[in-house]
């Protein structure tokens, strides 16, 4: 071999290579380079897809019959197509969508692999962004789903997942989900009832609400409280409706006729509450407590004047949960704060001396003891229920304390005090109060 | 066997070809700049053989054919479109249609019937939209049973009839109806940008005037607040002194504050205008008071416009008037690297995955927005932040060039400023390539990261999170980890919050 056809030989070979390396950077090329425009990167990656996905669409099976594989190809390819961010994040959704029908588990996996927080809209949302693509499959299949979910595969992540599935697969059946609630984390509880209530509220079958309500009732009611049970009462109760007793053969019966009893109460508040008091008389006497819990909650939050009838009624009832529960305390605060709160607390220390009722008296007397100070020290003195004067003079003393920070005003309150166990208390209250606010040692 | 001429022609071919090939993967598998790309590429570089090629190669085609797909309700509708001919009673072609639709069966019938429903509906739109409009305001007001299929198909195929039509032989159906105005004004936009401008809208708003007056209904002559932006955006910027021209007509009014401030957000130049306006006390104070605050948020959205003008607009602003001018143009900064991202290529997607080189995304940040040398270590500061959230250590050198405090002091933040709704794992990672804490603020930085996530992780997570907390390695972390989750499980369940007490505490002496 002689020397020149070495050099050309060797020139040769630097050829093919350099047409190589031309092959293999082409596709790079026609994406968008660095520091291309917002818009020319978009359209610079759609137009070499479309090229692309020209010829491919030709020897590619239709998407419908891809295996997972083929489906995991064009995920990881999503990486280096340089699409925009609405451009990838409409691409992974569409094709984990896709992957899901044919493999949830891989389709799963990878979803979960990319960022799990939402950087365009920088909303807080209990999934994660690709996480909405699995909302068609999981409620197609929702025992599969739920089981995948359950089986302990995805960690941290799972509770996301179990957010995904009660809102796609549980609304669409909530049956499904009344049978898992016990088997559900307290945390889950509020999610898991809205998606119950969303598949109560979805159909319009009168036996299938029924069902619905009776799967719900056979819970206790720290699973399901009975206010939760009345939202998912169908029908406009009748006090008729009420009379029949428990069926022993139904574990359900009795909690239902609970829920109906507030449902009738809240809607009495509502249409009829002149006829309340009336027609409580033909509610039998064990359901009462649930007719006014309701009736208190269907009152408006603004119409003080129609609250303290229906806290008479329970108070004559002995409904004492009913006057206790946070929700009337909120009221009773929020009808003083708007109108008179010396009125309301004088109602409020004129109930009888129930331990279930303490903070009743606590929050009662509050909004009074912030507008006017002087007037309340006149008048604790003219509370006639000992244990109550002594309540609100422990109040006044925290009040004086945290409110005003004047502990010369909370010994007057707490030298009153006539109740030694009651004053003990009342004294730690100010002694939490004098570590907290005792100047820092440095 | 072959000759020798022959062999050697052999020989030298297949040579050549190796050449070729062995080019071909070496450069296909040769990471991009920075040198620690990820997988997507190291296959080819570790064995370059034809199967690793082919499988990218394949991705490739196979995620450009997927893009390019239309889904299967979109070909049955074409198709319905193209083989349906128009019937010569569309009504009652389109509500045989709807019984069809409504009787269908399997998921294949419903998907055909629906395309069918769509096409009739089309063709009856086309033709008689004022009698399809008659029908669709009866079944809306009577809330008839069924129908509601009828009145969605019609609202989402409304833009393309307008589209069709054009929107001025649309008004006398489309502009009075609540629930088709904002979808008529959408179109009539997108005519003003395609170059129809002010005179358009004047056209479209004088035929609405007169058809409002003939219909004795006031609903055709408003505009939608939705849309009075969209529409500002559609006026030309060398008609801008008759876009002002027009709204001074009644310069007090909502309507000439949402197209001016639509027109603002039409890009810099308008913006710059606008301001100027302002800025020259040349606009009626009724005007000019109510433009002052949304020129203020408009201004966010124009990373070209000039530096000093940007911050005086932003003071206008409520609530900004006081904060000083590092607190803006971090501020400005800030958001416009948000922007490019959630809106232009996904630089952070690529970054996570080791696509993009850390130089990539600072070129790319760099030559599409004007970062002001007083706002450059703000805006590295803001890279960091969310860049090291896709990779802690690669977004490390963001921070060189600031002094060593100020460094401390962006990372040991990052961890309750940033990592919001991260995977705990990456929160982490991130928090073991953190440099020791060496004061008492590091350390309290180092336990808010804990902290201020509990009670989402836990909303988020479930008991999923307890778990993978009680997992983790013993350290301050995992305490700080039990601390902030039993506080956070009180403030929702105090019973609840005991038990995770006794379960991570009882045994401690």
């Not at chain 1, 209990?126 to 025992?143: K, R």
């Not at chain 2, 005037?209 to 529409?231: C, F, H, K, M, T």
């Not at chain 2, 996570?352 to 590295?380: K, T, W």
């Not at chain 2, 996530?453 to 008991?463: E, S």
Request: include cysteine.
């Amino acid at each position: 071999m002689n020397r020149r056809t070495i050099i050309l030989l060797g020139a040769s070979h630097v050829a093919a290579a350099a047409v190589g390396v031309f092959f293999a950077l082409r596709p790079a090329a026609a994406g968008p380079a660095p520091g291309d425009g917002v818009s020319n990167a978009s359209s610079g990656a759609k137009v070499s897809d479309i090229s692309r996905g020209a010829a491919g669409l030709k020897s590619l099976r239709p998407v419908a019959s891809w295996r997972s594989a083929e489906f995991r190809r064009a995920w990881k390819a999503v990486r280096t197509a340089g699409l925009t961010t609405p451009e990838r994040l409409a691409t992974q959704k569409q094709l984990l969508a896709e992957w899901a029908k044919r493999d949830l588990t891989s389709a799963l996996d990878a979803a979960l692999e990319e960022a799990w927080d939402d950087d365009v809209d920088r909303d807080f949302g209990y999934v994660w962004p690709l996480g909405e693509a699995f909302s068609d499959v999981f409620a197609e299949q929702p025992e599969p789903a739920w089981d995948l979910i359950e089986g302990g595969r995805y960690g941290v992540g799972a509770g996301m997942l179990r957010h995904l599935w009660l809102s796609s697969a549980g609304a669409r059946h909530p049956l499904l989900v009344a049978s898992k609630l016990a088997d559900l984390s307290w945390r889950f509880r509020d999610s898991a009832l809205g998606a119950c209530s969303q598949g109560f509220y979805s159909t319009t079958d009168e036996a299938e609400r029924t069902e619905i309500l009776h799967a719900l009732a056979v819970h206790p009611e720290d699973l399901v409280s009975v206010e939760r049970l009345a939202g998912f009462v169908n029908s406009h109760v009748q006090v008729e409706d009420l009379q029949a007793s428990p069926d022993p053969a139904d574990p359900a019966s009795g909690r239902v006729r609970m829920a109906k009893a507030w449902h009738w109460g809240m809607r009495m508040s509502v249409t009829q509450a002149d006829e309340l008091e009336a027609a409580l008389d033909e509610v039998p006497a064990d359901l009462r407590v649930h007719a006014l819990a309701g009736a208190v909650d269907g009152l408006p939050y603004n119409d003080g004047a129609l609250l303290f009838p229906v806290l008479e009624l329970a108070a004559n009832e002995g409904a004492w949960e009913v006057i206790a529960d946070g929700n009337t305390i909120q009221r009773l605060q929020y009808a003083a704060r708007r109108s008179d709160p010396r009125a309301v607390a004088e109602w409020v220390t004129g109930l009888p001396p129930e331990p279930a009722l303490y903070q009743v008296i606590h929050r009662g007397v509050e909004p009074f003891f912030q507008r006017d100070m002087q007037g309340a020290r006149d008048w604790i003195g003219t509370i006639e229920e000992p244990i109550w004067r002594d309540h609100a003079y422990g109040e006044y003393s925290q009040q004086a304390l945290n409110g005003r920070k004047d502990p010369v005003a909370s010994r007057w309150a707490l030298d009153r005090i006539q109740n030694p166990e009651f004053r003990a208390k009342a004294e730690g209250w100010r002694r939490d109060w004098e570590k907290r606010t005792a100047p820092k040692a440095k | 066997m072959s000759s020798p001429p022959l062999r050697t022609l052999w020989i030298l071919g297949a040579s050549h070809l190796v050449v070729f090939c062995g080019a071909l993967a070496l450069t296909r598998g040769q990471p991009r700049e920075g040198g620690d790309g990820e997988s997507q590429r190291s296959p080819a570089t570790k064995s370059p053989n034809r199967a690793a090629r082919q499988e990218r190669g394949d991705g490739e085609a196979l995620l450009a054919a997927f893009r390019a797909r239309k889904s299967e309700s979109e070909t049955a509708f074409e198709e319905a479109k193209r083989m349906l001919r128009a019937a010569s009673d569309p009504e009652q072609a389109a509500m045989a249609a709807f019984e069809a639709f409504r009787a269908a069966g399997t998921d294949e019938e419903k998907l055909r019937a629906e395309a069918v429903l769509k096409a009739r509906i089309l063709q009856w739109f086309l033709g008689d939209p004022e009698g399809l409009m008659t029908k669709i305001g009866g079944w809306m007001a009577s809330d008839e049973g069924g129908m509601g299929v009828m009145v969605t198909t019609t609202l989402d195929l409304a833009p393309e009839v307008i589209r069709q039509k054009g929107s001025l032989a649309c008004v006398a159906w489309a502009s009075g109806n609540a629930s088709f105005s904002v979808k008529f004004w959408e179109v009539v936009g997108q005519e003003m940008k395609s170059g129809g401008g002010l005179a358009h809208y004047l056209k479209v708003r004088s035929e609405c005037g007169r058809v409002a007056e003939a219909q004795g209904s006031l609903i055709a002559a408003e505009i939608p607040g939705a849309v009075r932006r969209i529409l500002g955006e559609g006026f030309r910027y060398e008609e801008r002194q008759r876009v002002l021209e027009h709204v001074l007509e009644d310069p007090a009014s909502e309507l000439s504050r949402d197209l001016i401030l639509g027109f603002a957000g039409s890009g810099e130049a308008a913006a710059t205008w606008i301001y100027d306006l302002l800025d020259r006390g040349e606009l009626p104070e009724a005007m000019a008071k109510s433009l002052r605050g949304g020129i203020g948020n408009d201004v966010l959205m124009q990373p070209h416009m000039d530096i000093e003008k940007r911050i005086a607009a932003r003071r206008f602003t409520p609530g900004n008037e006081r904060k000083t001018r590092d607190a803006i143009v971090g501020e400005l900064v800030s958001n416009d690297i948000q922007r490019l991202f959630n809106q232009g290529r996904d630089w952070r997607f690529e970054f996570r995955h080791g696509v993009a080189s850390l130089e990539e995304v600072l070129s790319a940040v760099n030559s599409q927005l004007r970062i002001p040398a007083e706002g450059l270590v703000d805006s590295r500061i803001a890279l960091y932040r969310t860049l090291s959230e896709e990779d802690p250590v690669k977004a490390l050198p963001l921070l060189e060039e600031l002094p060593e405090e100020k460094r401390r002091q962006v990372m040991f933040r990052n961890t309750w400023e940033s990592y919001g709704s991260i995977h705990p794992d990456e929160f982490l990672r991130f928090l073991n390539k953190l440099p020791e804490p060496a004061t008492a603020q590091e350390k309290e930085d180092r336990m808010k990261g804990w902290e201020w996530k509990a009670r989402w992780h836990l909303q988020r997570y479930g008991d999923d999170y307890v778990e993978w907390v009680a997992a983790l390695p013993e350290g301050p972390d995992r305490y700080a980890a039990i601390n902030s989750v039993i506080s956070a499980t009180r403030e929702r369940n105090g019973a609840k919050a005991e038990e995770l007490n006794q379960r991570f505490y009882s045994k401690k002496p």
